[in-house]
């Protein structure tokens, strides 16, 4: 198979030349590499920051990195279970999926709010390819139960991703292309799972073997004890992490969890950015000092 480092950078767009000396570096430095951006439905919330979002995307791509885009809509999910009355529900930061509830998430996720971001990418070329989990058996998963006060709570059709066959994904990469995932799985026996968008894009950049795992939302980054205080934790090893998780919360739960799997499994780093600044995803990458919060592996803080 051809590495993936060989696919060719086509040109820069402007925004580039916009960048300062130390960003053109790193995107330099990020050539031919994997980024798997995790785009959450929070950080979704105007016509604007998604245009953004796409522009930084194809940007992206255009330098001759290999953005991979896993997107989310907890959001938009709750919002149509609401129109059908039908009930929201989370335990642990996860949905209690019945059978009518995963109809609606495979309904909202893969034919509405992917479409939607594959368009606004293509405004600017023939680049992102939609995709779900279910696909090529690209994510394979098994039922996982939600840990509440550590006792196993049953929230149904929820899946933990135990299997990432990334072939074809790779292949749309060789292709210059952008995929983006929509975060629903198969399970071994043809069953289908929902999985949180942050779990989805973790085992995503772990199979890929992604330099860089970015999940944007709606706050700057971790905030330290919650909601009594916004003051962001700028960076943390995975082991300090880990020592946070069971203080963790509703969203930020699994996206800490996600941010821990990663960099313990060779990501080079994960980041929590801000999603409603424009550009975030872009600057977020580039900067040699990534605003929010930005996760490393426990060696590296050793060396460093
Ligand atoms: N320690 C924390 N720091 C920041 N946000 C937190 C924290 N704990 C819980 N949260 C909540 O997590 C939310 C982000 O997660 P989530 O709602 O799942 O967003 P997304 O759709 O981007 O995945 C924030 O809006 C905030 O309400
Ligand atoms: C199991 C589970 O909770 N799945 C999520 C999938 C979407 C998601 O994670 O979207 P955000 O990233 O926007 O929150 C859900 O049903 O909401």
Redesign the pocket.
Known sequence: MKPLGTVKPTSHVAVVGDLFPVEQLELERLRGKVVVI?F????MVSQELKQSFARDVVTLRRAGLLPVVVH?G??QISAMLERLDLAVHFEA?LRVTTPEVMDVVRMVLTGRVQRELVGLINAHGPFAVGMSGEDAHTMTAVRRAAWVNGEPVDIGLVGEVVDVNAETVRALLEQDRVPVISPVARGTGGEVYNIN??LAAAAMAVALDAEKLV?????E???????HS?EVIRRATAEEIEKLLP?????????MEGCLRAVRAGVRSAHILD?RVPNSALRGIVSGDAPGTTVIPDQEARVG
């Open positions: 995790k959450g439905g929070h950080a989310g907890g959001p930061g968008a942050d999940m944007l939302t709606d706050v980054g971790l905030y330290a004890n919650w909601p916004t203080e963790l919360a509703s969203g930020m739960l699994p996206k999603g």
